[in-house]
């Protein structure tokens, strides 16, 4: 399945796209999907580490399976105020 | 005058923050104290001179949480009103990026929830700052993180 990623604020820099799509077999954990876009997406590496995933209006746990026709982004550590 | 039972106000803006019609909107016969907090942008962080902040949030998210927020608020403090205010985009040294207005019967609960409220933004809503400093550099703040991951540009 066709994963599509929103991107925001550094990540959204460094990879010079607001989205970014990743080919996953379905049944996949957003533990998974971190290693896939970790290895596809080399640069946003060191980042993603720090980030969390969210679903929707969710933010979700490594266990949880991915959902493609979820709204799904990385959240990197935040900064407003 | 006629009062409205509950004024729910969450907004994520792209223009200067107006501080007096939210506290004009907190004031409220129930309310006893009004709590305003107002986040501005600070010139000097050390040595380093800040020009403006640029801010973006991950917009549904962040109303989700936001109101998320405001609904854990009032059920942990008795409170009138609950009025949360982030500008996005360009926030120049000195304007307001933010504003945290609560109301409440009696002053020590409206400083708590306020102070609740924007420790609990910062940490948790998706919104994220960029510096932009004198030299011409930026950066966007990630807390936790280094700089040093390619997030700085010249």
Partial sequence: MKIEILLFAGLREIEGTDQIAIEAPSGIKFADLRLLISGQHPRLRYLLEASRFAAGNCMVGEEQLVDAADRIAIIPPVSGG | LSWPEELILIELVDTRIQIEPLIRAASRPAAGAVVAFVGVTR???????????RYESYRELALARLAQLETSARERWSLVECIVVHRLGHVPVGEASVAV??????????????????????????????????????????????????????
Avoid at chain 2, 101 to 122: M, N, P
């Fill in chain 2, 43 to 53: 010139e000097f962080t050390g040595t380093k001179q800040t020009v403006e902040l």
């Fill in chain 2, 101 to 154: 207005v609560v109301s409440s019967a009696h002053r020590q609960v409206a400083f708590e929830a306020a102070g609740w409220l924007i420790d609990t933004l910062k940490r948790d809503v998706p919104i994220w700052k960029q510096e932009h400093f004198a030299d011409g550099s930026r950066e966007w703040i990630h807390p936790g993180t280094s700089s040093k991951a390619g997030l700085t540009a010249d």
